[in-house]
């Protein structure tokens, strides 16, 4: 059935898509600016000031960005947090939301609260902090990944998601001869794969923007990840002096910083096509009852 | 309850027990994460009430009862920080809360749907980049000599600023950016309740000749009444919670007084240049405990109001 629409109607929709392009520019537009200053030459914003669009393809920021031996290590160091982090993120989750899935498992109500009031109360900083360095943990990678590797409410979505598999599914499973974990990895696991997919990555993005940790757990400069990197580039008004050995080189610092917003932002703007419905259905399951 | 009813509830329990055994085996690394990293911190807030040393450790560090609150009280810093997270948290309520609501209903509105999922997806884009980041933007956007809003400025003949580094800017810059970092996210949810909304009450109030607007006020936003109602009390319980990373990434000396929030206090006065372990830990409990208070208390209404729809 098609619906005429009226007059005011159609003006309406007019503005309404026009509003919603405005929506995208705003949304894009920062991006669409860091990227065009990275690939500009510096007498480009130096002339200019402010530029719509690259004067050609120039990579010397991102040369200048690359020479400044933190950034590689920066760059492995992130890497190395997030895939880890991830990894041993999801082995505690999964571990945890299985057995909480568990209907008959003695002690249920009780576990859960004993996870779930974690999130209405903590400890704090000071303390947390404290423990952290009780542990040694102290400039370690462990320090950006263990202090947060469950997210509680991670662990309930993850739960609530096996808790909608059939137990049926188990008790066929056991007839089989199938042992608790040969039903996880053969059946369970297999079946949660999107479930699995989106909190993963809720997790990965988590560590790869965390830059909370390291400001409060590392001192030394060689484990810092890139977005600490990248914080110490932009709130370093002489970055020239901080940064660079070689004082000779003459950087625009607006386009330098450019590129190293860039290059720490890249991963996941590459990414973030391919994985963003899986974001979004995280939301839709993502209710805390049960 | 009988007796035999019950020796076979207690058989039962043991059958139980033996079925489930490797299941706590399972658990165990998990609450041993729990107890290191949540339980022990939360056993750590004693130092709240002692006058902690590194040298004396926790335990030996000599009690002071409620010193350091009073010395919070007294403490024009914290109680400006107080204030700065509460009206912060005001602006974001105010104007963060409606717009992501707005920005849905005009979404559902629109009629070709690729143009509108394109625009759903690229709108919580910024969700997914750090503060960092997402404060580097702020920085170049914002930079008197390549900004955009600095040749705005010049445009009309005046001369752009350092915005970073005004206090009466600092306030607005945090809510327009959490606006623009979270808007398209929040209505998700907004847009996952309106697609449940009766397709036949759209139909009916279409007979009825009302039109884009009266059906947008009278069918879709009742609709979803209960969803917001939900989310505002949720938000009004978050009111202590300022985002530390994007303070953090924006604040500087010239923008303090305006800008310090309770949870950059304590970072500032706990790990930061004075180092007082006893006193961030103190206004740590505080906020900890106020929170907590506040999160129950707006559950509690929100379930009274909507039948059992709170978090728990």
């Known amino acids: ?290 | 309850m009988t007796g035999s009813r019950l020796k076979s509830d207690k058989r039962h329990m043991s059958l139980r027990l033996k079925r489930y055994w490797p299941a706590y085996l399972i658990l165990l690394p998990v609450v041993v994460w729990y107890i290191i990293f949540c339980y022990m911190p939360m056993g750590g807030l004693v130092i709240a009430f002692k006058k902690y040393s590194v040298i004396c450790g926790i335990a030996a560090s000599p009690w002071v009862g409620l010193q350091n609150f009073e010395k919070l009280f007294k403490s024009g810093a914290f109680m400006n920080s107080v204030r700065n997270t509460l009206i912060i948290s005001g602006l974001n309520l105010l104007f963060g809360f409606p717009i992501p609501i707005i920005f849905a209903l005009l979404l559902n509105e629109m009629g070709c749907v690729r143009y509108k999922k394109v625009v759903q997806t690229v709108s919580y884009l910024p969700h997914f980049i750090s503060w960092s980041v997402a404060g580097g933007m702020i920085y170049m956007l914002l930079s008197p000599g390549t900004g955009v809003f600095g040749a705005v400025v010049r445009a009309m003949g005046g001369s752009p600023k350092n915005y970073l580094g005004i206090s009466a800017y600092f306030r607005p810059i945090v809510v327009i950016s959490a606006i623009w970092k979270h808007m398209g996210w929040s209505a998700i949810i907004y847009m996952a309740a309106i697609t449940s909304v009766d397709e036949e009450l759209y139909e009916a109030a279409r007979v009825d000749g009302a039109g884009r607007f009266s059906r947008m006020w009278h069918v879709t936003l009742p609709g979803i009444r209960s969803i917001i109602a939900i989310q505002l009390i949720l938000q009004v319980g978050q009111i202590l919670n300022v985002s530390f990373d994007q303070i953090f990434i924006l604040i500087n000396d010239l923008t303090q007084s305006v800008g310090e929030t309770i949870d950059y206090y304590i970072y500032r006065v706990g790990l930061g240049s004075s180092n007082n372990f006893s006193l961030g830990t103190a206004s740590g409990l505080l906020k900890s405990v106020i929170g907590l208070g506040l999160v129950v208390g707006t559950n509690t209404i929100s379930r009274r109001l909507t039948d059992g729809e709170g978090i728990w």
């Open chain 1, 1 to 290: 059935m098609k619906i005429r629409r009226t007059p005011g109607e159609r003006v309406f929709d007019w503005f309404n898509n026009i509003f919603m392009l405005l929506i995208l520019v705003v949304m894009l537009y920062p991006f669409w600016y860091v990227f065009v200053g990275s690939f500009s030459s510096v007498g480009h914003l130096i002339k200019n000031g402010f530029v719509l669009w690259p004067d050609g393809f120039h990579l010397d920021a991102y040369q200048q960005v690359f020479r400044n031996s933190l950034v590689p290590t920066a760059y492995v160091n992130t890497l190395i947090v997030t895939a880890g982090g991830t990894l041993i993120s999801m082995v505690l989750t999964i571990m945890g939301a299985y057995v909480l899935s568990l209907r008959q498992l003695p002690g249920r109500t009780g576990i859960t609260l004993f996870f779930v009031f974690t999130m209405l109360f903590n400890g704090g900083l000071v303390p947390t902090y404290l423990v952290v360095v009780q542990l040694g943990m102290i400039d370690h990678l462990w320090a950006l990944i263990l202090p947060g590797a469950i997210n509680t409410y991670n662990l309930i979505l993850m739960r609530n998601f096996f808790q909608s598999v059939p137990e049926a599914l188990y008790e066929a499973a056991s007839i089989d001869g199938e042992t608790m974990l040969g039903y996880v990895f053969h059946i369970l696991l297999p079946l949660s794969g999107a479930a699995i997919a989106t909190i993963a990555l809720f997790y990965a993005v988590a560590y790869w923007n965390d830059y909370f940790k390291s400001l409060i757990y590392i001192r030394s400069n060689r484990l810092w990840p890139m977005q600490t990197v990248l914080r110490q580039v932009l709130q370093t008004a002489q970055m020239n002096t901080l940064m660079y050995d070689d004082s000779a080189e003459s950087v625009a610092p607006e386009t330098l910083k450019d590129a190293m917003i860039m290059v720490t932002v890249v991963p996941i703007l590459v990414v973030y096509p391919f994985v963003q419905k899986y974001f979004v259905k995280g939301v839709m399951v993502g209710s805390l009852k049960g």
